[in-house]
């Protein structure tokens, strides 16, 4: 099984500040890797596949980048609506997802 | 527009069994494939397996091939996820996600179904 290793686990910034994810894999998944953004109380939403595709409709301040075992989540400019937990999932082999990594407003 | 609604919160004792449905809508159920995942409380996502809406074909992860059995109606749209032998550990909210085109992503969710497994 993959394992996927996000990291910080929280990440303490302020509106307007730039964030930086990270999603270590076990063995390289290539480009087969997604984001998602999960709110409170909702289901995961879609960002990016394919390590750096953005989905319709998602703004383009989230950019994901990466291949191989090292990929970057980057949302540019925090809105508040983006203080949410995001993870990380591959589909190389099986379906795994990373622990999650939590943005909370400092 | 695509909707994924699946059914109410469910209590149940160990070693019972719960069926939780997802009824899709606003597209062709069977052009896309269907994933199950669950989320324990406070934890994150697991994958439970995946069903082909067209023939019906499935595919279970390692840790619930023993104990989850998907299916679906294509008369209805609607697709199913069966787990047996519940223990406490189980207790998690249930998501139906569809694939984004046989690309094993997920791009739309049910609203998820509370499964409570408690003696």
């Known amino acids: 099984e993959i394992v996927l290793t996000q990291s910080p686990a929280t990440l303490s910034l302020s509106p307007g500040e730039r964030a930086t994810l990270s999603c270590r894999a076990s063995?390289?998944?290539?480009?087969?890797l997604a984001w998602y953004q999960q709110k409170p109380g909702q289901a995961p939403r879609l960002l990016i596949y394919?390590?750096?595709k953005r989905t319709t409709g998602i703004p383009a301040r989230f950019s994901g980048s990466g291949s191989g075992t090292d990929f970057t989540l980057t949302i540019t400019s925090l809105e508040p609506e983006d203080f949410a937990v995001y993870y990380c999932?591959?589909?190389?082999?099986?379906?795994?997802f990373g622990g999650g990594t939590k943005v909370e407003i400092k | 527009q695509v909707q994924l609604v699946q059914s109410g919160a469910e209590v149940k004792k160990p070693g019972a069994s719960v069926k939780v449905s997802c009824k899709a809508s606003g597209y062709t159920f069977t052009n896309y494939y269907m994933h199950w995942v669950r989320q324990a409380p406070g934890q994150g996502l697991e994958w439970m397996g995946i069903?082909?809406?067209?023939?019906?074909?499935?595919s279970y992860a390692q840790k619930f091939k023993d104990r989850v059995t998907m299916t679906k109606d294509a008369s209805t749209s609607t697709v199913y996820m069966e787990l047996r032998s519940l223990r406490s550990e189980d207790t998690a909210v249930y998501y139906c996600a569809r694939d984004i085109a046989v690309a094993y992503y997920f791009d739309y969710w049910g609203q998820g179904t509370l499964v409570t497994v408690s003696s």
């Open positions: 069903i082909n809406p067209s023939g019906g074909s499935t």
């Open positions: 063995q390289s998944v290539s480009t087969y």
């Open positions: 999932q591959q589909r190389s082999n099986w379906l795994t």
């Open positions: 394919d390590a750096s």
